[in-house]
């Protein structure tokens, strides 16, 4: 049973007569009457019958107009869906981000992306960058921003751009008045970091072991909205992202010497078929002007 012969099917159905089906489906009226014949023969039964000039559907032929109707809509749907998937500015992209850039880095060019592109769906996933690799790897998420490196062989990533680290210190505090801060100034204060899972936790760490020292936490949180508003309150220190700026009302941040930066990226899985509309995203964010 072929799609065509279901097309001719309809087609004769409606008009009732094989003649004028052939003309509108603009093939020769002996061969469509052969496509079906060969469609009653493939089914075991009479779809028509012959009254003169004109066809009628049989009780088969009814039970099969419903069956066909449906299967046609059903293919043009899936052709209507294939053919949008390969438009770049059409379909679905579900982008995973972690927390400590969806808010301050990716709303706006997300937006602008939009704006751009209107009908295609972004479908936004939230998690830490273990979660999101996972999503990565079992097909929940077509593309990752998070920070790198990512050492998976299975992942590759690309940068988009750095962001300095900065000291967030209290506005009364005395280091607020400093032009700019070594780590080592910091040893005797009280450090709020995020919880283990953040990557933003690990880049921190490493300026620290970098320099050679060793804070003793006071705070965990999975939040950096809670870890400003604490620092403002006085309650400790912490080395935050640029981008998150904004948000650090009542803190004072203080740039880091040497300079302490986290290199942020997007990751996709190796041998991924990329849709024209993840391609088109990836050139987006690679022209997006971050840091201005």
């Given at each position: 049973?072929?799609?065509?012969?279901?097309?001719?099917?309809?087609?004769?159905?409606?008009t009732?007569?094989?003649?004028?089906?052939?003309?509108e489906?603009?093939?020769a009226?002996?061969?469509?009457?052969q496509?079906?014949?060969?469609?009653?023969?493939?089914l075991?039964?009479?779809?028509?019958?012959r009254?003169?000039?004109?066809?009628?559907?049989?009780?088969?032929?009814?039970?099969l107009a419903?069956?066909?109707?449906?299967?046609l809509?059903?293919?043009?749907?899936?052709?209507?869906?294939l053919?949008?998937?390969r438009?770049?500015?059409?379909?679905?992209?579900t982008?995973?981000i972690?927390?400590?850039v969806?808010?301050?880095?990716?709303?706006?060019?997300?937006?602008?992306?939009?704006d751009?592109?209107?009908?295609?769906?972004?479908?936004?996933?939230?998690?830490?960058t273990?979660?999101?690799?996972e999503?990565?790897?079992?097909?929940e998420i077509d593309l990752?921003?998070?920070a790198?490196?990512?050492?998976?062989?299975e992942?590759?990533?690309?940068?988009?751009?750095?962001?300095?680290?900065?000291v967030?210190?209290?506005?009364s505090?005395?280091?607020?008045e400093r032009?700019?801060?070594?780590?080592?100034?910091?040893?005797s204060?009280?450090m709020?970091?995020?919880?283990?899972?953040?990557?933003?936790?690990?880049?921190?760490?490493?300026?620290?072991s970098?320099?050679?020292?060793q804070?003793?936490?006071?705070?965990?949180?999975?939040?950096?909205?809670?870890i400003?508003?604490?620092v403002?309150?006085?309650?400790?220190?912490?080395?935050?992202?640029?981008?998150?700026?904004?948000?650090?009302?009542?803190?004072?941040?203080?740039p880091l010497?040497?300079?302490?930066?986290?290199?942020?990226?997007?990751?996709?899985?190796?041998?991924?078929?990329?849709?024209?509309?993840?391609k088109?995203?990836i050139?987006?964010?690679?022209?997006y002007?971050?840091m201005?």
């Open positions: 049973m072929d799609l065509h012969q279901l097309r001719y099917f309809l087609t004769v159905a409606r009732g007569s094989f003649v004028r089906a052939a003309e489906e603009n093939v009226q002996p061969s469509l009457s496509q079906i014949k060969k469609l009653e023969a493939a075991g039964v009479p779809l028509f019958d009254l003169g000039r004109g066809v009628r559907l049989t009780r088969y032929g009814q039970a419903v069956r066909a109707q449906e299967i809509r059903s293919v043009g749907d899936a052709e209507k869906e053919s949008n998937l438009h770049p500015d059409c379909g679905r992209l982008l995973g972690i927390p400590t969806l808010p301050y880095a990716m709303a706006k060019p997300m937006a602008a992306f939009r751009a592109a209107p009908h295609v769906e972004l479908d936004i996933r939230e998690a830490t273990e979660k999101l690799l999503g990565l790897r079992n097909g990752a921003i998070l790198l490196p990512v050492r998976q062989p992942i590759v990533c690309a940068e988009l751009f750095r962001e300095p680290l900065l967030a210190v209290p506005g505090h005395p280091l607020a032009p700019k801060l070594a780590v080592p100034q910091l040893l204060e009280r709020l970091l995020l919880r283990e899972g953040h990557c933003l936790r690990d880049d921190v760490l490493t300026v620290c970098r320099a050679h020292v804070f003793q936490q006071v705070f965990e949180s999975d939040h950096l909205a809670s400003f508003s604490l403002a309150n006085g309650f400790g220190i912490s080395i935050v992202p640029a981008l998150a700026a904004a948000e650090a009302r009542g803190c004072k941040l203080v010497e040497p300079r302490g930066v986290r290199k942020i990226g997007y990751a996709q899985v190796r041998g991924h078929h990329a849709l024209p509309v993840q088109r995203f050139s987006f964010l690679r022209a002007e971050w201005g």
